[in-house]
């Protein structure tokens, strides 16, 4: 670290470019993106909004723009981000924002369940434990997408969701992407018909903004791809 | 802004067009390389029914194939929804077709 203080820039409320605010934060070792905003809240501005749970990236609940890319905030080294001296700290892009960093959340997940992204079930408490063939091909697809944790990053990072509102974004496409493949789903129809309506699949660019930015190391863009081709093969088959 | 069938139409007007392209070029390069003046080209053209097969269907597939590129694009670069957004695409697709079937005629039939 050549600076004993960071220069961070944090942008605040709604018109968030146009009320930027500077602080001068104290650097340290091993200091991450949320280290840096925990601290401008503890000791310069206790009125600084922003959220975070678990601190180590599996709750989701701390993306923000950092530098104007979307992050995982807890497990984002500053001395990754530091533009010299400086970061800009901003919130999730793509979401309404309540106050300061924190963005509400609502419209993301409700694109999840306008993708069907739930599970249909098919057996009662009687029936016997449904057996997963983990070498299978589809259950290899559906382990691939399951590791999300609905941080919004790969929802941030989409031009697509920012051009077209009612685009229902890649985390949830992937989670209907993974029913799709779990043999235990039963919603097939369900989940072919919530991903082929406007917002659907078919609006996806395939540039893979999603998968190049999701920090769980996860490939949305494919999982789309995937939805394309069986969306394709259903619509062709009920044709015939 | 896509639903499933204006993808799929895309999708087969592109695979029917990625033919017609490198038709298309040979064609370019053949009547420019061998000197071909333009009495002779309408000369080979025209009463042609496989050219006019041939440029008719490329035209009616760029039609369809752009009209839904534009829709795309004007919806989330432009903010277009609703019956404006029909209206651009559709409007598109017939204006290319009328401009391309014109041609096509042109060199064929007319
Ligand atoms: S690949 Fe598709 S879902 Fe992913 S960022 Fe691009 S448009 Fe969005
Ligand atoms: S796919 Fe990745 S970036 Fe998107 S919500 Fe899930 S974990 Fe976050
Ligand atoms: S605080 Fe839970 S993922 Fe960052």
Not at chain 1, 115 to 121: L, R, T
Not at chain 1, 177 to 199: F, I, P, Q
Not at chain 2, 88 to 93: L, S, Y
């Amino acid at each position: 670290m050549t600076s004993k203080f960071l220069k961070v820039t944090i942008e605040r409320g709604a018109d968030a470019k146009n009320a930027q605010q500077v602080f001068d934060v104290p650097a340290h070792e091993s200091q991450t993106v949320l280290d840096v905003v925990s601290w401008v809240q503890q000791f310069a501005d206790p009125t600084l909004s922003y959220r975070f749970a678990c601190r180590v990236g599996m709750c989701g609940s701390c993306a923000m723009m950092v530098n104007g890319v979307p992050r995982w905030t807890c497990r984002t080294h500053i001395s990754k981000v530091l533009d010299g001296n400086s970061v800009t700290i901003g919130p999730l892009r793509n979401l309404p924002i309540i106050k300061d960093l924190v963005v509400d959340m609502d419209p993301f997940f409700d694109k999840w369940v306008a993708a069907e992204g739930m599970h249909h079930g098919g057996l009662t408490r009687d029936d016997p434990v449904a057996l997963v063939d983990e070498t299978s091909a589809a259950r290899i697809e559906a382990n691939a997408g399951i590791e999300c944790i609905n941080c919004s990053v790969c929802h941030a990072a989409c031009d697509t969701v920012a051009g077209n509102p009612e685009y229902l974004g890649p985390a949830a496409l992937q989670r209907a992407w993974t029913l799709l493949n779990d043999a235990r789903d039963e919603g097939r129809e369900a989940v072919l018909d919530a991903v082929s309506g406007k917002g659907g699949c078919h609006n996806c660019h395939s540039m893979g903004s999603c998968t190049a930015y999701c920090p769980s190391g996860l490939d949305p863009m494919s999982a789309i791809a995937g939805l394309k081709r069986e969306t394709t093969k259903s619509f062709l088959e009920r044709v015939r | 802004m896509l639903s499933l069938r204006l993808y799929l139409l895309q999708r087969i007007t592109a695979l029917l067009m990625a033919p017609l392209v490198l038709g298309h070029l040979a064609v370019i390069v053949y009547a420019t390389q061998g000197g071909l003046s333009a009495a002779e080209i309408l000369g080979r053209t025209h009463g042609s029914v496989p050219w006019l097969l041939f440029y008719g269907t490329f035209v009616f597939a760029v039609s369809i194939h752009a009209a839904i590129g534009v829709r795309a694009i004007v919806h989330e670069w432009a903010g277009l929804k609703g019956v404006v957004l029909e209206v651009v695409m559709w409007a598109t697709g017939f204006g290319l077709f009328a401009l391309g079937a014109r041609a096509v005629w042109a060199v064929t039939f007319a």
